[in-house]
């Protein structure tokens, strides 16, 4: 019991962190090209993010 409570706070805190930091980490992975480029397939791979890029991006 104490175990899982434990893990469910450092996820917590883990969480907190990233969602603190999440521009400086946005900025360290997309500064990386080979990231940048896996990270940008992964989120096209996504269809709703997807069909709005490209409604944004073509529209006139």
């Known amino acids: 019991m ?3 409570i434990v893990k469910m706070l450092s996820a917590l805190a883990v969480l907190g962190t990233a ?3 999440r521009y400086k980490l946005l900025n ?3 500064g990386n090209g080979l990231l940048r480029k896996v990270s ?3 989120m096209m791979n996504i269809p709703g993010v997807r ?3 490209m409604s944004t991006a073509f529209r006139k």
């Open 19 to 21: 969602y603190r930091f």
């Open 40 to 42: 940008v397939n992964t």
């Open 51 to 53: 069909s709005k890029l």
């Open 28 to 30: 360290v992975l997309l």
């Open 2 to 4: 104490m175990r899982s």
